[in-house]
């Protein structure tokens, strides 16, 4: 059995390089840059209005005098006009200023008379309520780094530039196959014996987490052939493979052995910890293969603590967050092993909830965080600070 650190290092060190890919800009939302971005317009790409108004030239302007309002421009339209001394033209909020104009009087400042304007207010200087060209971004400026998280407004800002696609680092494809006779739909009747599968849907829910969507579940019998078979269809399909139950010692615990008839190469097999002791890693090519032991419990802990890792090391982007936080009451655990119990972050630090068997989900369910206690630790008293993940958003 190795240690929590050790098997950490272990799934690093086989990880495959992070790829790239050219997304659709939308596709991309969430994602981390592979490259810097450069702008390829100068943006306002012309000489804009920022108000509804009049257009004129600054220079023109005595202070009292009016203007003859010679035609209007709406935004998305060019005017085509060229303005002369003393002439003005009606603007509105996004159109082209016309040649010879460079500053706009907000319509609200204006006394209209027929087709003459007279500007009412001092406040007012060359370029006022003009946004001009090239004064957000100009071209060929870099206008991002590589590693920057694409947010919504990065989004939208880099739409507004033109950009249709950006050079993104991929997630990673996962296919998830659990795998127990007991396995039954939520939703059906429950016969004697029979439970309801439910680490496939905790599984895609903590993916959604961090935007990814699995790309197949499978549920198999405990019987070698069917899950050798789902093992070959999935794992050339693939980066990440998450397989959930069988991996103990039990007679019907088939899937390390069907694993290893598919070629894949055990890196690990149980963790000094607690829950998840049986935990399996194991690669095959390019493709990681974790094999979860299938309590509910020790499933979502291992996907946080080590699959998560695995996916952050491809999309170069951090999840869950680990601080420090002291805990607001005391613990005892075995010796020997890191024990990760689902906790609740309050005021003073984090607790640690009952119901820690692995079994149950009834506080994981009520959990924000995972805390961790390592293997040399026996009683953890109340205000020690401890190690804290969080798995909410
Ligand atoms: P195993 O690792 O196959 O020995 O399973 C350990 C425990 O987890 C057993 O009580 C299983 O019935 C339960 N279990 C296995 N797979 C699932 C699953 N997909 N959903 C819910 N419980 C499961
Ligand atoms: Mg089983």
Redesign the pocket.
Not at 293 to 296: F, V
């Given at each position: 059995m190795i240690s929590v650190s050790e098997a950490r290092k272990k799934i690093i060190d086989n990880c495959p390089q992070a790829r790239v890919t050219l997304l659709p800009l939308i596709e991309a939302a969430g994602c981390v840059l592979a490259d810097n971005v450069y702008s390829p317009i100068d943006s306002p790409h012309f000489d804009q209005s920022a108000m509804d108004g009049y257009a004129f030239r600054f220079d023109d302007w005595d202070g009292k005098s009016g203007f003859k309002v010679i035609g209007e421009v709406q935004a998305g339209n060019g005017s085509g006009i060229d303005l002369h001394s003393s002439e003005a033209i009606r603007i509105f909020t996004g159109a082209a200023l016309p040649a010879g104009a460079d500053t706009v009087v907000i319509q609200e400042n204006v006394v209209k008379e027929g087709n003459l304007i007279k500007i009412v207010t001092n406040h007012l200087g060359k370029g006022s309520n003009v946004r001009l060209k090239g004064s957000q971004v100009k071209i060929k400026e870099q206008i991002l780094n590589h590693g920057h998280v694409l947010s919504p407004a990065t989004v939208a800002f880099l739409a507004g530039l033109g950009f249709t696609h950006v050079l993104v680092y991929s997630n990673p494809t996962v296919s998830i196959i659990?795998?127990?006779k007991?396995?039954i739909k939520p939703g059906e009747p429950l016969a004697e014996g029979k439970?309801?599968?439910?680490?496939?849907l905790g599984l895609k829910a903590a993916l959604q987490q961090i935007n990814i969507t699995p790309a197949a579940i499978n549920?198999v019998d405990?019987e070698e052939e069917k899950i050798i078979k789902v093992i070959r269809e999935q794992i050339k399909k693939v980066d990440i493979l998450i397989l959930?139950?069988?991996?103990?010692v039990?007679d019907?615990?088939f899937v390390t052995t069907a694993l290893e008839k598919c070629g894949v190469q055990k890196v690990f097999h149980k963790v000094k910890q607690k829950p998840g002791k049986?935990f399996y890693f194991g690669v095959h090519q390019q493709t990681l293969v974790f094999a979860l032991?299938?309590?509910?419990a020790?499933?979502l802990t291992c996907f946080y603590e080590y699959v998560v890792d695995a996916i952050s090391k491809q999309t170069k982007k951090q999840y869950f967050k680990s601080i420090q936080l002291p805990l607001t009451n005391d613990f005892s655990k075995k010796k020997g092993l890191t024990f990760f119990l689902k906790g609740k972050i309050n005021k003073d630090g984090v607790s640690i909830l009952p119901d820690q068997e692995s079994?149950k989900m009834n506080s994981f369910a009520l959990a924000d965080c995972i805390v961790e206690l390592g293997e040399e630790k026996e009683v953890v008293r109340k205000s020690e600070m401890v190690s804290v993940r969080m798995i909410t958003d």
């Open positions: 659990t795998t127990g007991e396995l439970i309801y599968e439910s680490n496939s549920t405990d959930t139950g069988g991996v103990s039990g019907y615990d049986p032991p299938g309590n509910p020790s499933v079994y």
